[in-house]
């Protein structure tokens, strides 16, 4: 049996990922929908590796368009067990300079599209636990590849997830600043909530391009400003990947491999088989 594959969502700037050998391409149709872009499979240090671009080649989708459950569903048709997610970020504390890393332990949900955020539903009720949205382990082997590299690191933080498109006014940043948040962005969460539903492995890599807007003494965030910092990133981004991805595990046996042995509610007599079937990527252990 083959390794479990990794997956990476590249954000703005990272379209693409370098290195990759025997690359294949995938259309992958999902009961949700179709995903960003076509996947890009491939071998990366000897592991299989599977690169979606989650706002499309070229950047043709906004946050609120994205289909995070398709995009996730999608790779777990794949196989893949563990997730990398690259996203770019405002900073929202001093510390955290444009073009420095910070890795996120926790979220705050500021979205209003929570219903695209799960696959259960139509006969199946399920409830993850989500106290650490963030994979301890997946997040240490980012941590220490970054250390290695000579990174500008952050281990730990908040990230508070917004809408968008429209990025937060003054008195918003203030607010998400004033309750002790990190970084904010339009995206992560979503993944990062579906991955633990598909039983997924998922760390950030969450990547400063701005100071938001409550910076006074600095320009208040644009598209200008955001897309100024998005290549050197990218360019970071390639070389973390790189780094870390030779550290993961070839064994799917962390705690979120089995997310669902606590979260799954209706009795398994009463499943839809039409939504059993169409989970099956997801529940095919128990079934």
Same mark, same amino acid.
């Given at each position: 049996?083959?390794?479990?594959? *990794?997956?990476?969502?590249?954000?703005?700037?990272?379209? &693409?990922?370098?290195?990759?050998?025997?690359?294949?391409?995938?259309?992958?149709?999902? %009961?949700?929908?179709?995903?960003?872009?076509?996947?890009?499979?491939?071998?990366?240090?000897?592991?299989?590796?599977?690169?979606?671009?989650?706002?499309?080649?070229?950047?043709?989708?906004?946050?609120?368009?994205?289909?995070?459950?398709?995009?996730? !569903?999608?790779?777990?048709?794949?196989?893949?067990?563990?997730?990398?997610?690259?996203?770019?970020?405002?900073?929202?504390?001093? &510390?955290?300079?444009?073009?420095?890393?910070?890795?996120?332990? &926790?979220?705050?949900?500021?979205?209003?599209?929570?219903?695209?955020?799960?696959? !259960?539903?139509? =006969?199946?009720?399920?409830?993850?636990? !989500?106290?650490? %949205?963030?994979? +301890? =382990?997946?997040?240490?082997?980012?941590?220490?590849?970054?250390?290695?590299?000579?990174?500008? $690191?952050?281990?730990?933080?908040?990230?508070?997830?917004?809408?968008?498109?429209?990025?937060?006014?003054?008195?918003?940043?203030?607010?998400?600043?004033?309750?002790?948040?990190?970084?904010? =962005?339009?995206?992560?969460?979503?993944?990062?909530?579906?991955?633990?539903?598909?039983?997924?492995?998922?760390?950030? +890599?969450?990547?400063?391009?701005?100071? /938001?807007?409550?910076?006074?003494?600095?320009?208040?965030?644009?598209?200008?400003?955001?897309? =100024?910092?998005?290549?050197?990133?990218?360019?970071?981004?390639?070389?973390?990947?790189?780094?870390? *991805?030779?550290?993961?595990?070839? $064994?799917? #046996?962390?705690?979120?491999?089995?997310?669902? /042995?606590?979260?799954? $509610?209706? #009795?398994?007599?009463?499943? %839809?088989?039409?939504?059993? &079937?169409?989970?099956?990527?997801?529940?095919?252990?128990?079934?």
């Amino acid at each position: 049996m083959s390794d479990p594959a *990794i997956g990476v969502i590249g954000g703005s700037g990272l379209y &693409q990922l370098d290195g990759l050998s025997d690359v294949s391409e995938h259309w992958v149709e999902t %009961p949700f929908g179709k995903p960003s872009d076509a996947i890009m499979g491939g071998q990366l240090a000897g592991r299989q590796v599977y690169f979606l671009p989650r706002h499309g080649r070229g950047h043709r989708i906004l946050p609120h368009e994205l289909n995070h459950r398709a995009n996730i !569903f999608a790779l777990r048709s794949l196989g893949v067990r563990w997730i990398l997610c690259i996203t770019a970020v405002g900073s929202l504390q001093e &510390q955290y300079p444009p073009r420095h890393l910070v890795l996120p332990d &926790q979220f705050y949900d500021r979205t209003s599209r929570r219903c695209d955020h799960t696959f !259960f539903g139509n =006969g199946i009720a399920a409830h993850v636990g !989500f106290a650490d %949205p963030i994979s +301890a =382990g997946l997040r240490t082997l980012l941590h220490a590849s970054a250390q290695s590299l000579g990174l500008p $690191v952050h281990n730990g933080g908040t990230y508070v997830n917004m809408d968008g498109p429209a990025f937060s006014t003054r008195a918003e940043s203030q607010v998400y600043r004033k309750l002790g948040f990190d970084v904010i =962005g339009m995206t992560n969460l979503g993944e990062a909530k579906l991955a633990r539903e598909a039983e997924i492995a998922l760390a950030t +890599a969450a990547m400063v391009t701005d100071y /938001d807007c409550w910076k006074l003494d600095e320009e208040p965030v644009s598209a200008d400003t955001v897309m =100024g910092h998005v290549s050197a990133n990218a360019a970071t981004a390639k070389r973390l990947l790189a780094e870390v *991805i030779p550290r993961i595990p070839r $064994v799917a #046996d962390w705690p979120e491999h089995r997310a669902l /042995d606590s979260a799954l $509610v209706t #009795d398994r007599k009463l499943w %839809p088989e039409s939504t059993r &079937q169409s989970l099956l990527p997801i529940l095919e252990r128990f079934a």
